[in-house]
């Protein structure tokens, strides 16, 4: 990266409820996105922060999490679609550094975390994780590591589904706190994900508009005819 493109984009994913607006509001040190007070979901519509950290321009994407509870699978999925639209028409430019997926570390990993990481990888492409992907777990402060172990060795004890996403994710995983001063341990936490940001290739608009890509969102947003060749 050469002085003149020192820029980060950064997009958040993630089911409803998981800290992906409390991740943004790390990265960027500042309040810019407004963290839900309860269970319903909160952001509703993609957005935009920016601000200048490390010597680069940081701007991160937040966007609404799937499987709110009011809504069924198949509006829920169209939806989703939608504001991965409106996120890579954002980034039309510049592309995306970094697809943060973000996972609360004290919720269990149900059926829906999984279909929704499967969905990100209809809508962005099956190499989406492993080029771009960064898994951020929140709740830091409820990791335990007398009970556990260091976070390094708690990631290689899990087994089932949760083993699958943290062998696609590989060294880009991290546990953060997203709790206290943006001075503290949120700039800490804020600095080692632009590490792992800046070492991340762009995804382009073009990798978005690759025929599969394309053809797996017309199927999840149930727009245009789909015909499965055998
Ligand atoms: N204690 C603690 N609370 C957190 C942490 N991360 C997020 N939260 C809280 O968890 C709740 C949900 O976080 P949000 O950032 O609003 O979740 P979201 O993923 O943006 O949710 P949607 O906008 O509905 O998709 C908020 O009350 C946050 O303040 C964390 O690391 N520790
Ligand atoms: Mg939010």
């Known amino acids: ?9 950064i997009a ?39 601000n200048k950290i490390d010597g680069y321009v940081v701007t991160v994407y937040d966007t609404p999490g799937p499987y709110d509870t009011d809504e069924n699978e198949a509006f829920m999925k169209k939806k989703a679609v939608e504001h991965c639209d409106t996120l890579m028409y954002a980034c039309t430019n510049s592309g995306v550094n970094a697809f943060i997926l973000v996972l609360n570390y004290s919720a269990s990993y149900t059926e829906e975390e999984i279909k929704t990481v499967n969905m990100y990888e209809q809508i962005f492409g099956p190499d989406f994780i492993k080029n771009h992907g960064i898994l951020v777990f929140t709740h830091g402060e409820n990791f335990d590591e007398e009970e556990t172990g260091n976070f390094k060795t708690w990631c290689n004890a899990q087994t089932g589904p949760m083993k699958t996403l943290i062998e696609k994710f590989q060294d880009n995983i991290l546990l953060i706190k997203n709790k206290g001063s943006f001075d503290g341990i949120r700039a800490t936490s804020s600095h080692d994900i632009l590490q792992l940001c800046i070492k991340k290739k762009e995804y382009l ?3 978005y508009d690759r025929p599969s890509c394309i053809r797996n ?14």
Do not use: P
Request: aromatic share 4%.
């Open 1 to 9: 990266m050469t002085a003149s493109q020192r820029k980060i984009t």
């Open 205 to 207: 608009k073009c990798d």
């Open 217 to 230: 969102r017309k199927v999840l947003s149930g727009s245009g005819s789909y015909c499965k060749i055998m």
């Open 12 to 50: 958040l994913l993630g089911k409803t409820g998981h800290g992906k607006s409390a991740t943004g509001n790390t990265i960027l040190r500042k309040n810019y996105f407004k963290e839900s007070s309860n269970m319903s979901s909160c952001s509703k519509l993609v957005k935009d922060g920016e």
